[in-house]
């Protein structure tokens, strides 16, 4: 007879009463790796040294809490009677629409007031951005969400992938699309894609426009075979946002080349 199949344990380890989650350990690597490569890059073009320290020490706080305050107001019928849940980020739900909103308004801020082109300093972001998301989904794995809907063993074992994910995806007596994996693999390859970029040396701002539209195609089409999308009516609200980045973006980046509001490129030294 098989053994049942356990799911990996979400908890790490604990510090007396306290415990720590993997779900927080991934997300934390995810965002210190993120920074570290968004400075270098930052010195590499000439930035003042402390200037993404600076900046991340308040986007990070406020994309954290933006992110969870994206996902309870779309999840209130739930939240509205568990009041106490609501800072519990550690058991999951927070939204990456909602941490974007947050980190670009805080950035957006943050420049002026150091005088310093948003643009430039959202470019040289990109990359990290999507390889924090990448790695940060992994954070999901360990908290069995995220996924899709019901597949076989057979399906999964096809996808040549790992027994330890396959059992992962083992929930409830059923296994479900590793949704998660679908997404990782699609920010690693963009953060790929973005560093090629690099080289060619594109016009300001865009980089971080082609950056929301490869994450808003691959999330359009992923989220649709999700079982937990925060819905607005009948409506993902993932897939909604992701239409109106795509579109947007892209009307941005051709408005800007139009107005020549671009013309200074990303391997420039001026702010």
């Given at each position: 007879m098989n053994e049942p199949i356990q799911p990996l344990d979400p908890i790490a380890f604990s510090l007396g009463?306290?415990?720590?989650?993997?779900?927080?350990?991934?997300i934390g690597v995810g965002l210190a790796l993120a920074m570290y490569i968004a400075m270098k890059e930052g010195n590499r073009r000439g930035l003042p040294k402390d200037t993404f320290a600076d900046l991340l020490l308040w986007a990070i706080p406020i994309a954290i809490i933006s992110a969870r305050i994206y996902y309870v107001i779309f999840e209130w019928d739930y939240y509205k009677n568990n009041l106490t849940a609501i800072p519990q980020i550690w058991n999951g739900g927070i939204a990456i629409h909602g941490a974007l909103i947050g980190s670009v308004l805080t950035a957006y801020v943050f420049s002026k007031k150091r005088g310093i082109s948003f643009w430039k300093l959202a470019d040289i972001a990109a990359p990290s951005i999507i390889l924090g998301q990448a790695i940060g989904r992994w954070g999901n794995f360990m908290n069995q969400e995220a996924h899709g809907g019901e597949v076989t063993r057979e399906f999964l074992e096809n996808l040549y992938l790992p027994d330890f994910v396959i059992n992962q995806m083992y929930i409830n007596g059923s296994y479900y699309h590793p949704t998660f994996l679908y997404e990782s693999i699609w920010d690693l390859a963009g953060f790929i894609f973005l560093l090629l970029?690099?080289?060619?040396?594109?016009?300001?701002?865009?980089?971080?426009?082609?950056?929301?539209?490869?994450?808003?195609?691959?999330?359009?089409?992923i989220e649709g075979m999700?079982?937990?999308?925060?819905?607005?009516?009948?409506?993902?609200?993932?897939q909604m946002i992701s239409i109106v980045l795509i579109v947007g973006s892209i009307a941005l980046l051709l408005y800007r080349r139009k107005k020549q509001l671009s013309d200074l490129r990303y391997l420039d030294s001026e702010n």
């Open positions: 009463p306290i415990q720590v989650h993997w779900y927080g350990i991934i970029l690099r080289r060619a040396n594109l016009r300001r701002g865009e980089m971080f426009l082609t950056y929301v539209i490869w994450y808003s195609v691959g999330r359009y089409f999700r079982t937990d999308s925060l819905m607005l009516g009948e409506l993902r609200m993932a």
